[in-house]
């Protein structure tokens, strides 16, 4: 697997999908997540298949190979986003997510600062998502790494917040932006009253320390309206977009009206 993915990256059959970020009370598309895509070529009639990033982005953070596929990412993240700015005036948040491993393995900060300058997109418009796991590495390292690249402006978020080693101290330390409350919570929420009470629990912490609370994993008006009565800000799942590639992105955005109720009639 390690070699076709090595393989994979020099034939250039990793792609990225894009899938939209909403803004609940306005109902207005905010931003993109890119997410990575392998499509694996085979003897099948269709060609080759999708290989799920949940599968390869381990074996990539393994050997190493995460490094230079996190670049291309962020390369063709920046890229696209800065298309969709200058030729259709659309002015939305790419998110890119970033493994532990970029942060101990390279200096993500001053590559991130390189390709946004070279791309020229506005770094305010570029966030990075991190997991939990970034703040168990060398902590005095992710720290300056951290505040080196909200000092260039980039915007950070906290991706399945609530399924890692959460301590709270370092939301104070760290120039954090926004939490992603984790899917299984969304999920499960409307049958389980302990997952409930963990989304609104982020939620309310969020609220608390100023910082803004995406939901990930929304797929029914149910999951939506649970969100909406406890004050979540953005949204984010099956219920408004799959991820999509770049042209069907701008598809979506060009037919959408901005009203988050015209998604209630797919029900
Ligand atoms: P993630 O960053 O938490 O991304 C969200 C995942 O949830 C995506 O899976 C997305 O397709 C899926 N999803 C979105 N809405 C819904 C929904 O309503 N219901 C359900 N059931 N799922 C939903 P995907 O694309 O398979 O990515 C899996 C994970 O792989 C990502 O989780 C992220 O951790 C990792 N990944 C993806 N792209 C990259 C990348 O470029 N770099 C790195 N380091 N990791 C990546
Ligand atoms: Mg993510
Ligand atoms: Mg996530």
């Known amino acids: ?46 060609g080759g298949a999708f290989i799920s990033p949940g599968e390869f982005i381990p074996i990539a953070e393994q050997s190493g190979l995460i490094v230079p596929i996190g670049e291309w990412v962020m390369r063709k993240a920046c890229t696209t986003a800065k298309k969709w700015h200058d030729l259709y ?10 493994s532990a491993h970029q942060f101990s ?30 703040f168990m590495d060398d902590i005095q390292h992710t720290i300056e790494s951290l505040q080196n690249l909200h000092a260039i402006g980039v915007e ?5 917040f609530g399924t890692g080693y959460s301590s709270l101290s370092y939301l104070r330390q760290f ?8 899917q299984s919570f969304i999920r499960n929420a409307l049958n389980d009253p302990d997952d409930a009470s963990i989304a ?6 969020g609220r608390a320390l100023n910082l803004f ?4 994993g929304v797929e029914t008006k149910e999951h939506e309206r649970f969100l909406v009565a406890e004050g979540c800000d953005e949204v984010q799942g099956f219920r408004y977009c799959r991820p999509i590639p770049a042209d069907d992105f701008m598809e979506f955005v060009t037919n959408y009206d901005g009203d988050i109720k015209s998604f209630d009639k797919q029900d």
């Not at 070699?3 to 970020?21: I, V």
């Not at 120039?175 to 984790?182: E, F, G, Y």
């Not at 609370?213 to 990930?216: K, L, M, Q, S």
């Open 1 to 46: 697997m390690l070699r076709d993915l090595r393989d994979a990256m020099e034939k250039e059959e990793l792609q990225l999908f894009y899938q939209p970020q909403l803004d609940l009370q306005t109902g207005k598309i905010i931003g993109a997540e890119a997410l990575l895509r392998w499509w694996k070529k085979d003897a099948s009639k269709e």
């Open 89 to 98: 005036g659309m002015d939305i948040r790419i998110a890119i997510n970033v």
């Open 105 to 134: 393995q390279s200096d993500i900060c001053s590559f991130t600062q390189k390709t946004i300058g070279e791309i020229g997109i506005n770094p305010h418009k570029v966030e990075l998502e991190v997991t939990e796991s970034v």
């Open 156 to 160: 950070l978020a906290i991706d399945d």
């Open 175 to 182: 120039p954090i932006d926004r939490l992603k409350i984790d």
């Open 200 to 205: 609104r629990t982020i939620i309310a912490l």
């Open 213 to 216: 609370v995406i939901a990930e």
